[in-house]
């Protein structure tokens, strides 16, 4: 049994299927990503595990257990964290108690007590790298720390499951490189089963061990990146051409 497993998903918009009964598991301690065209359905898939959006029909599990249709709070204690693409902190707080807060309203076996989220919040800070930026408030980040201060939030909360949501637009070269390992260490250091909607090819060639490919909100393809991305169905619906390193 997959540890997050969607049955049949689908969700409609004033009658028009945004996703279109998706079937598809992540297994415990995999990094799987979800690739497609824009309005395929991606982020919509997300928003519909986290509880910020509600399944037209279909069914949503965590290691075996129903959460469809939960509530986004009660989503996050079962072990479940979503970073999005356009970074949504707390501009009166500063960076440590932006992260603090994650540990506070994370899972529901997690550190509750302020001092403890407070310890956990610079330990998760020192991993992405910001411990330097601990007292800034951040108004003062760029995109690119703000994206590593929502990473930081999402593991403060020790979740199961991490969904990530295009945290890879916009980076140049180093940004990106950096941001690969930490995703990678993410999953290594934490044990923690990583979902992720991504356009950068070049990264999710690199770190994604399975593909899973939407086209107009269903599955058009999935399995290993460099099988899917030679698929001739892919290749016409997203791809264009295939990938050289494909």
Same mark, same amino acid.
């Given at each position: 049994m997959a540890l997050l497993e969607l049955s049949e998903v689908?969700?409609?918009?004033?009658?028009?299927?945004?996703?279109?009964?998706?079937s598809l598991g992540a297994d415990e301690?995999?990094?799987?990503?979800?690739?497609?065209?824009?309005?395929?359905?991606?982020?919509?898939?997300?928003?519909?595990?986290?509880?910020?959006?509600?399944?037209?029909?279909?069914?949503?599990?965590?290691?075996g257990e129903d959460i469809t249709g939960e509530a986004p709070h009660r989503?996050?204690?079962?072990?479940?964290?979503?970073?999005?693409?356009?970074?949504?902190?707390?501009?009166?707080? @500063?960076?440590?108690?932006?992260? !603090?807060? /994650? *540990?506070?309203?994370?899972?529901a076996n997690a550190h509750r007590e302020e001092d403890e989220a407070l310890e956990i919040a610079e330990q998760a800070l020192s991993f992405v790298g910001l411990e330097d930026r601990r007292d800034h408030h951040v108004g003062t980040l760029n995109l690119h720390q703000l994206r590593f201060l929502e990473l930081a939030r999402a593991i403060a909360g020790q979740p199961r499951v991490l969904l990530l949501d295009e945290v890879m637009a916009g980076l140049n070269d180093s940004e990106l490189e950096t941001s690969m390992g930490i995703v990678r260490a993410i999953r290594d250091r934490h044990d923690i089963t990583v979902v992720w909607v991504e356009h950068v090819m070049k990264a999710v060639m690199r770190l994604a061990e399975r593909v899973v490919v939407? @086209?107009?909100?269903?599955?058009? !393809?999935? /399995? *290993?990146?460099?099988d899917v991305m030679r698929d001739p169905g892919v290749i016409e619906a997203y791809l264009g051409q295939e990938l050289p390193n494909a």
């Open positions: 689908g969700k409609t918009f004033g009658g028009l299927p945004a996703v279109h009964g998706v301690g995999e990094i799987l990503a979800l690739v497609g065209p824009n309005g395929a359905g991606k982020s919509t898939l997300l928003k519909l595990v986290v509880g910020l959006e509600t399944p037209t029909r279909g069914r949503i599990t965590l290691a989503v996050r204690r079962r072990g479940i964290a979503m970073v999005q693409q356009t970074p949504r902190s707390f501009p009166t707080m @500063n960076v440590l108690e932006n992260v !603090a807060l /994650g *540990a506070l309203f994370g899972r939407l @086209n107009f909100g269903q599955v058009l !393809a999935q /399995g *290993a990146p460099e």
